[in-house]
């Protein structure tokens, strides 16, 4: 299986950067985001407005980012189902090696690499950005949501709501004239 192609929006080239520790490298870019990223119920969704802000930093081994992340997500509250807008920003920090380390546990994940003298920030902002949003979204604190019984939202009817259920056994004495 082919590794996936990483959205060129999210690479940045480290060419002008010196290999000497200390050096930095300012980074400033704001694009239309090139995928989803998020979950189900809520994402930064393809073609929002997307900034990243930060510095790239030369050390010893690699280079180290960190950049702070804003966009705003959307999606629907999980209790009544109308839509939200959730903003996003996060701080993102990153060491990209230039070669993998010796000393690396292959149980882990492999490191991030520097590829081609260019990083790829699309899986640390990915997993940032999931981490952030929360897994089952609220339009407010205070949402009631809908009603099992059918489907209207609670919260609309000021009077309460609420369904008169009759026990099936008792049902046909409704139809005796005077039991009521």
Request: net charge negative.
């Amino acid at each position: 299986m082919a590794a996936p192609q990483p959205a060129s929006d999210f690479l940045l080239s480290i060419h002008d950067l010196k290999r000497q520790p200390g050096e930095m490298m300012e980074i400033r870019r704001s694009f239309a985001n090139p995928e989803r990223i998020g979950i189900d119920v809520i994402a930064i969704e393809a073609q929002a407005d997307f900034q990243i802000k930060g510095r790239v930093e030369s050390v010893s081994t690699g280079v180290l980012t960190t950049c702070d992340i804003s966009s705003s997500a959307v999606g629907e509250c999980v209790r009544c189902l109308d839509p939200i807008t959730f903003p996003v920003d996060v701080q993102i920090q990153e060491l990209y090696f230039y070669e993998s380390p010796s000393d690396w546990d292959d149980d882990d994940d492999p490191p991030p690499l520097i590829t081609e003298e260019r990083i790829d920030l699309l899986p640390t902002i990915r997993d940032a950005v999931i981490l952030e949003l929360p897994l089952a979204p609220h339009c407010s604190d205070d949402c009631l949501g809908l009603c099992p019984e059918c489907g209207e939202k609670i919260g609309e009817n000021p009077q309460g709501h609420n369904h008169q259920k009759i026990d099936p056994r008792w049902a046909k004495l409704r139809e005796v004239p005077g039991l009521e």
